[in-house]
Each structure stands twice: as structure tokens, then as C-alpha cells.
């Protein structure tokens, strides 16, 4: 009796979860454990479109390797009982400096799609991004959320279809732009190229063991209304009702002769704030200042575009000291932890963006997926700042990090 006695005190059995997507985010400890879950329930082309990147992929691994180059010099006894991580981009208050980035076709991860990541992020009070390729239209998410939201802009050939669509966003209440200037030519992503993905993604012969294997996917894909680019459905340019490759549609829509005149265009269109997204060099930070757009994406596009660019985290102490304070900075690539947006801020940006994390968390576990990556994310900001000995989003300055 007394062994059984000894046993029990010390032997706690897990409770049994019947919920399986409880149990899927129960043992999701990081952003690379939601993506290897959406890379077990996800076609094979699906996952890949989400995950790759430009040929050899260089780039796409150097972003979130990048944040290792700098180690924190961490303060202590500083009372770090009481943590503010909240602060404001473009004046407008959010309870940390992260932006949900805008990722194209969405829905592919999840039927939901850009709905689900809009009702988390209104949640998590953060700002949410529409792509121009998004799969919800500008009012249907406007519908279901009254979070912060911006919209995201390429430069389509038909000017008039572009001016209609930020006019929609104005209407529906999106309060800042994006404009995606790293697009000329699409990046060469040899995994697409592999597949020949499409948009939508076929479902046919070539794809049918890939459907049985991944069944709630396809069942979730084949039970909700056909996925498109819904902000463009019924004009004359391809909306996505019948398959392209990503390559074909964007030779033909995507003005190749965009320039820093068209900022101004842009400008007399939209009133709020526009952040030039693809920010590669100081040499363009200083000419967009000029330009007078508001906010800097620094960017390569998630190492989609070209391989070999330059990094965003590496990019942003050169561009603060070279525009001054009077630009807003945002650190978009290679994002996975809290502990990142804490060195990004470090060194100089005002926020960081992110889309990966919350698409693996989309395909892994839908809606509540993407709580669950965003409570991580702040989780992390609040303990690195606690063990940095930051107290608030301004103490965190250039002495909180040193390069390695």
C-alpha cells in the first residue's frame, strides 16, 4: 500500500484531450513546431507554395538566421514586475509592435483564410494586412473585424482597377497602405515550379493520393465556395477562377514600369500613411524619405524574390542612422520569436511584420491556430524584455544589443 501511496504522489497522468486541435497545439512549443504540423496536414504543393522561397533558398534561410548574429546585453534588478508592451504605429495604439503581414492566397492554408487571421488579430490588438491577391474581399473582412487593417497594393497595369481598390479600402475603414515595390519580375521558386502549383490548387488526377493522404484539407477545400482573387472577381483581369501559375498572372497584370513617380500618384488617391514594402539599401530608404511616404518595409519579400538579398534584420541600424527618426521602420522577414521583435526594435525599427508564422499556424490549426501563434509571439516579447530588463517598448534601445 505504502509503494502505491509513494506512486501515486509522484506520477500525474496527462488528462486525455479529445479535441484534436487542442491536442495539435498542446504540444506546439514554437513557430517551427506549428510548421512542421502544416507540413503533416497539408498537401505537399500547398505546403511548399507557403513555404519556399527563391531558387536555392538561400535567403529564405538567412532571414530567420540572421536575428543570431546579435546577443542581448542583458540589465538586471531593474523591477520588471510591471511590463508595458503596448505602443502606436502611424499614431493609432496596438498592444505590441507587431504587424501581421499580407500573404496572397490565403485560403489555401485554411477555408477561413484571411477572415480567421483578421478575428485573431483584432483579438491580439494588433494591425492585419489584405493582399491584393487576398482570397476574402476588402469588405468581407471589414465584415467580421474591426481591428486595425491595412491594405496592401501592387502595381497592377490597370490603374483605374488599382484606384478602385483603395478606394474600397478607405471606405470599409483600412487605415494605411502597403505598397509591394520588390514585385518587377516574380522570384523563381523551384518548388512551385516542381509541383506546377497552381491558384487555385487542382484537384485531378495528379493531385488525388495527395488528397487522400491530406483528407481534411481536401474535404475543407472541396465543401467551401471556390478559392479567387476576391477583391477582383468578374472584371476583365484573371480573378482565379480557372488556374494560373503565380509566374503567367504576374507577367501580365504586374506594371513592370513602376517608379518613383507613381508615389506620388499614390498619394493623391489615399490621405493616411503608405509604407513602401521591399526596402533593400540605404541608397532607396533615403530616396523614399524623399519621396515622403511614411513608413519603410525593409524586406525581401520573405526570400521569395531574389535570392541572395540582403537581410532585413542586418538592414535596419544602417537605414535608421542614414533617415533619422522622422520615418517609421518596419523589420519584415525571418520574425519567429518574441526575442526578435525585441532585437529588431533594438536596433532601430519601430515594429516588425510577420506572415509565415501565422500561415504555418493557419494550415496547422486554423483559427485558433493563429491565437496561438500570436500569444506566443507576445509571451516571448514579454519575457525578453523582462530578462533585458526593458520596461516598457522605449527602453528598448541600441545598448539592450551588441553583434556577436
Not at 116 to 126: C, F, L, M, N, S
Amino acid at each position: 500500500m505504502g509503494m502505491i501511496t509513494t506512486f501515486r504522489s509522484v506520477v500525474q497522468f496527462n488528462k486525455i484531450t479529445l479535441d484534436p486541435v487542442e491536442r495539435r497545439l498542446r504540444g506546439a512549443a514554437s513557430v517551427e513546431d506549428l510548421r512542421r504540423v502544416a507540413k503533416r496536414r497539408l498537401p505537399h504543393g500547398v505546403f511548399d507554395y507557403i513555404d519556399g522561397g527563391a531558387e536555392d533558398e538561400r535567403t529564405l534561410a538567412a532571414n530567420p538566421a540572421g536575428f543570431a548574429n546579435y546577443e542581448f546585453q542583458p540589465r538586471v534588478l531593474r523591477d520588471v514586475s510591471n511590463l508595458d508592451m503596448s505602443t502606436s504605429i502611424f499614431g493609432r495604439p496596438t498592444s505590441m509592435p507587431l504587424i501581421l503581414a499580407p500573404t496572397g492566397f490565403t485560403r489555401i492554408a485554411h477555408s477561413q483564410g484571411e477572415l480567421a487571421v483578421a478575428r485573431a488579430a483584432e483579438r491580439a490588438g494588433i494591425p492585419w494586412s489584405l493582399s491584393t491577391m487576398g482570397t476574402r474581399s476588402i469588405e468581407e473582412v471589414a465584415a467580421v473585424s474591426e481591428g486595425d487593417k491595412w491594405f496592401q497594393v501592387y502595381a497592377w497595369r490597370d490603374r483605374g482597377l488599382v484606384e478602385e481598390l483603395v478606394t474600397r479600402a478607405k471606405a470599409a475603414g483600412y487605415t494605411a497602405i502597403w505598397l509591394t515595390v520588390d514585385t518587377a519580375v516574380l522570384g523563381r521558386r523551384e518548388r512551385d515550379v516542381r509541383r506546377g502549383m497552381t491558384l487555385p490548387p487542382k484537384i485531378g488526377l495528379s493531385t488525388l493520393v495527395d488528397g487522400a493522404v491530406h483528407p481534411s484539407w481536401t474535404l475543407d477545400f472541396l465543401r467551401n465556395e471556390p478559392i479567387t482573387f476576391a477583391n477582383v472577381v468578374g472584371r476583365d483581369t484573371e480573378d482565379g477562377s480557372t488556374a494560373v501559375t503565380l509566374s503567367e498572372h504576374m507577367a501580365r497584370q504586374f506594371d513592370q514600369a513602376l517608379s518613383w513617380g507613381d508615389i506620388d500618384w499614390l498619394r493623391s488617391i489615399w490621405e493616411g500613411p503608405i509604407v513602401l514594402k521591399g526596402i533593400q539599401t540605404v541608397a532607396d530608404a533615403k530616396l523614399a524619405v524623399a519621396a515622403g511616404v511614411d513608413g519603410l518595409g525593409i524586406s525581401n519579400h520573405g526570400g521569395r524574390q531574389l535570392d541572395d538579398a540582403p537581410i532585413p534584420i542586418d538592414l535596419v541600424e544602417p537605414v535608421r542612422d542614414e533617415v533619422g527618426t522622422d520615418v517609421t521602420i518596419i523589420c519584415d522577414g525571418g520574425v519567429r520569436r518574441g526575442s526578435d521583435i525585441v532585437k529588431a526594435l533594438a536596433l532601430g525599427a519601430d515594429a516588425v511584420s510577420m506572415g509565415r508564422p501565422y500561415f504555418y499556424a493557419l494550415g496547422a490549426a486554423g483559427e485558433r491556430g493563429v491565437d496561438h501563434v500570436l500569444e506566443f509571439m507576445r509571451d516571448g516579447l514579454a519575457r525578453t524584455m523582462a530578462l533585458t530588463g526593458c520596461r516598457t517598448i522605449a527602453e528598448i534601445d541600441r545598448a539592450v544589443v551588441r553583434r556577436r
